[in-house]
């Protein structure tokens, strides 16, 4: 987690100083005075508070004030856009009695850190979220410690209310080679996938299937999925693009589930692909021919594909090479405009009552 302290007295950047002890993070100095202490290691700001804070939102994980609340609301105010999004923030007062996060405390993991960091100066951490004062699950926190992402996040207040209320939420995993690791909390009772009827709804589907969220309130979308890719020598990126966001709208699959691109080593450099990795964040991974062509299973293969390349199917194959030997077919080749495609779902897990 990138993080950035701000001071603002002697005091408070002798405080940071013991932070750094104990993680790794950035120390600024700002002075509203006049007077700058240049304390050795510090980084002193020559622009505007607001600026400084504009630049963090967009570059950090977490930022964290050494002073008033008050300096730390005016300076973030502009800035706050989304809960799933915005940077954690905390508040320390300059004797380091008090950790108090301010902005972002589940999902951008404040509450956390301000616990973390309360244990580490010997602080009172206060935590004003219902669900960690009642000490309840909140389904932001499980979705960010298990790497999820939520659709929508409508739903996180949905959840939370009923949880607050006392009521037990059911929860549904819709996946193969997906499971769950460890007992569910109380607040929670788990319904099979099987179960769900045309008409009747879960609360909570773990699933990489959007198309799920008619039948919940809320989908946690774990990142397992992978795109098994070929194509013709020098297709435009924005051209492959735009099919796999078809295709992918078409099956039901939320993008956020995909997790990495697969193709043969020959295609190590085509820039489509290599684009669309970098529109979705995950890696690009090539195999051999002789790698592809060692895949068990069924495929659909071209004495075309096999004369050009040295294996007749190259998007299935690798879509479950990528997935470790354990990946199960989920959509099989498709095929448009020089464009192949492969959807494969690897082994994965979610955990509770983990630490």
């Not at 408070?12 to 700002?30: D, H, S, V």
């Not at 301000?114 to 219902?130: C, K, R």
């Not at 037990?168 to 179960?195: C, D, M, R, W």
Request: glycine share 10%.
């Amino acid at each position: 987690m990138k993080i950035s302290v701000i001071g603002f007295t002697g005091k408070g950047l002798l405080l940071a100083k013991r932070l750094q002890k104990c993680r790794n993070i950035t120390i600024y100095e700002k002075c509203f005075h006049g007077t700058q202490t240049e304390k050795k290691g510090c980084i002193l700001v020559a622009d505007s508070l607001s600026d400084w804070t504009s630049e963090q939102f967009r570059s950090v994980e977490g930022i964290i004030f050494i002073g008033a609340c008050g300096i730390a609301v005016r300076a973030i105010s502009p800035f706050v856009q989304d809960k799933l999004q915005d940077p954690a923030v905390l508040v320390i007062d300059e004797d380091g009695k008090f950790v108090i996060p301010i902005l972002s405390g589940h999902v951008g993991g404040a509450n956390q850190l301000a616990q973390e960091i309360a244990d580490e100066l010997g602080a009172t951490a206060v935590i004003t979220t219902a669900t960690d004062m009642r000490h309840k699950f909140a389904v932001d926190v499980f979705a960010r410690q298990n790497h999820l992402t939520i659709i929508p996040r409508t739903g996180i207040a949905k959840i939370s209310s009923s949880i607050l209320a006392g009521e037990q939420v059911e929860l549904t995993i819709h996946s193969e080679a997906g499971f769950i690791i460890g007992e569910l909390p109380t607040e929670l009772k788990q319904q099979s996938y099987e179960n769900i009827r045309e008409n009747q709804k879960t609360r909570i589907i773990i699933s990489p299937w959007e198309q799920d969220l008619k039948q919940a309130d809320i989908i946690l979308c774990p990142k397992c999925l992978i795109l098994g890719i070929g194509c013709r020598y020098g297709v435009p990126g924005e051209e492959i693009r735009n099919l796999v966001e078809a295709h992918l709208t078409e099956l039901g699959i939320h993008p956020a589930a995909i997790s990495g691109i697969a193709s043969i080593d020959r295609k190590a450099r085509e820039a489509g692909i290599l684009e669309l990795a970098e529109k979705l964040k995950v890696p690009f991974q090539t195999f051999t021919a002789a790698e592809l062509d060692a895949v068990e299973g069924k495929f659909a293969e071209s004495a075309f594909v096999k004369e050009q390349v040295g294996v007749g199917n190259v998007c299935e194959r690798a879509a479950l090479a990528a997935c470790g030997g354990d990946g199960i077919l989920l959509a099989g080749k498709y095929a448009a405009r020089g464009i192949t495609i492969a959807v494969a779902e690897k082994k994965w897990s979610v955990k509770f009552n983990e630490a």
